[in-house]
């Protein structure tokens, strides 16, 4: 897409949102229903698409793509209407009989960009968001999963109008076209390197956005917890989509008593899940690309490998791997996106928080404790994005939960009526009363500013 398409896609969302700013409830949910019936229709194009793009195994596809998109479509179409009503709040005695309430109104053209790593789920969660709360919306899929965009892109073009939902495809170039015009809101998700583009581009024009970005995510293994199932739900919560997922357990920090029983336990789920042979396993994924691949690679130093090794670059496969790791190796510098999980043996809970807290707010935190104060004195003291106790993972799947970061991990969440609220303004309505009129308010002031004090104490 060209220059003069791409700006003329944001002046026709401009100038219809100028005509009509307020798209009506049965639209928005014809809309959704919309989204509803291209996945039911496309999903077997959008599976093949992401098995292209990743080796994304079908059941993680389905779980992480496809439901979790339904899911919450399905949520939010069941509490629009609620959602949409005006919020009547109190009115101090002061204002009497004046009225106050909050409107949720659309901030008009939204941009939202996605990354590769669930190229699906991270461009139509937001986007049903989006339209749930009135907006028209841009996207813009990654270039880097080509075939999850070029289908996305497909679909949209033959399903909505774009004066609604539009789709531009491209890179570097066609995004910074993007963010040079004029949008309401922009919804971002990706790096922090790129996160910091977007909010410089969009403080041209004051545009509030959401930066979904990454970080590492530490896992904490203290206190009294079965290994067994510590070590099981690590290995799966790590090497979902072959450990490029943002809320993937990046590390793992353990008490040094029970590091060797953690290794042994983690090598033997990794065993049981994929295999003697991870790459005949059916239920593992690809590395996206070979930069990534080459990444990755350079963060395995041989020697404190406990785990993986035969990694095959024409099939960009990178087996699930364990490394030993220690303050300062290069695995524990920036987030790795992949499946390679840096075990680090500490001596005590104390140290282990001083080690997190020196570095930047994680996007994700896992505490694998059945002890109350271990799990109290954590989340007391690091600061994270989102939290799940004796899992990983698992506090995206409740939509109740807001999902986003914090500091370095970004700003903003969404899922669920959370989504509805960071997609709407909240606009502020106060409707006086034309039968009362109070005349302490009105000039000459002299000596009205004692009445005006006792009717604010009385009445405020
Ligand atoms: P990516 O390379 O696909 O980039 C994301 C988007 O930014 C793409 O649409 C791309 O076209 C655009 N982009 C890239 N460079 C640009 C530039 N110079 N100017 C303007 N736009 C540009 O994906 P990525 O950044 O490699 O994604 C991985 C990162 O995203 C990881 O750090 C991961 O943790 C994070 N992530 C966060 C979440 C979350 O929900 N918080 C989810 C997934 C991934």
């Not at 479509?73 to 609620?82: D, G, M, Y």
């Not at 791997?321 to 075990?343: Q, R």
């Not at 500490?346 to 799990?375: C, H, R, W």
Request: with cysteine; charged share 25%; net charge neutral.
């Amino acid at each position: 897409m060209n220059q003069n398409q791409i700006s003329d896609i944001i002046q026709l969302q401009r100038t219809k949102y100028r005509e009509n700013s307020f798209i009506e409830y049965d639209t928005r949910m014809e809309l959704l229903t919309k989204v509803q019936n291209c996945i039911t229709k496309y999903e077997k194009d959008i599976l093949n698409a992401l098995s292209l793009d990743l080796g994304k195994p079908s059941y993680e596809a389905q779980l992480s793509e496809i439901i979790f998109v339904q899911n919450e479509v399905r949520s939010i179409k069941k509490n629009l209407k609620k959602w949409m009503k005006k919020r009547k709040v109190k009115t101090p005695l002061i204002h009497f009989p004046a009225k106050s309430y909050i409107r949720s109104e659309a901030y008009g053209s939204v941009l939202i960009i996605a990354p590769w790593n669930y190229p699906f789920q991270l461009l139509f969660s937001p986007l049903i968001g989006a339209i749930a709360a009135g907006n028209r919306v841009v996207l813009k899929p990654s270039e880097i999963s080509e075939n999850t965009s070029h289908l996305i892109k497909k679909i949209i073009d033959e399903v909505f109008e774009e004066e609604y939902i539009a789709c531009v495809e491209g890179g570097v170039e066609e995004t910074t076209e993007l963010l040079d015009g004029h949008f309401d809101y922009i919804f971002y998700t990706g790096n922090a390197h790129v996160g910091r583009i977007v909010m410089e581009k969009a403080s041209k024009n004051l545009t509030p956005v959401t930066l979904e970005l990454g970080g590492k995510s530490p896992t904490f293994v203290f206190g009294n917890s079965d290994l067994e199932l510590v070590a099981k739900r690590i290995v799966s919560g790590k090497f979902f989509n072959a450990g490029q997922t943002c809320i993937a357990p990046d590390y793992v920090l353990v008490d040094e008593n029970k590091y060797e029983e953690l290794v042994n336990k983690l090598i033997k789920y990794i065993e049981k899940f994929y295999g003697e042979v991870p790459s005949k396993s059916k239920d593992y994924g690809r590395i996206i690309n070979e930069s990534h691949f080459n990444r990755l690679l350079s963060l395995i130093e041989t020697d404190s490998l406990l785990c993986g090794g035969n990694t095959s670059s024409e099939k960009k496969f990178i087996p699930p791997t364990l490394v030993s790791a220690k303050e300062g190796d290069l695995c524990m510098k920036d987030e790795i996106f992949g499946p390679i999980l840096p075990i680090m043996k500490m001596e005590n809970l104390k140290s282990a928080i001083d080690y997190v807290t020196a570095g930047e707010k994680p996007l994700a935190m896992y505490i694998f404790s059945n002890d109350s104060k271990v799990q109290e004195a954590i989340l007391n003291r690091v600061s994270a994005g989102g939290v799940t106790v004796n899992d990983t993972l698992m506090h995206i799947t409740n939509e109740h939960l807001p999902f986003g970061g914090v500091g370095h991990s970004g700003m903003g969440s969404y899922h669920g009526e959370n989504s509805f609220d960071l997609f709407s303004h909240k606009k502020s309505v106060f409707k006086a009363s034309t039968v009362m009129d109070v005349p302490v308010k009105y000039p000459p002031y002299f000596g009205k500013i004692g009445l005006v004090r006792w009717l604010m104490r009385f009445f405020g």
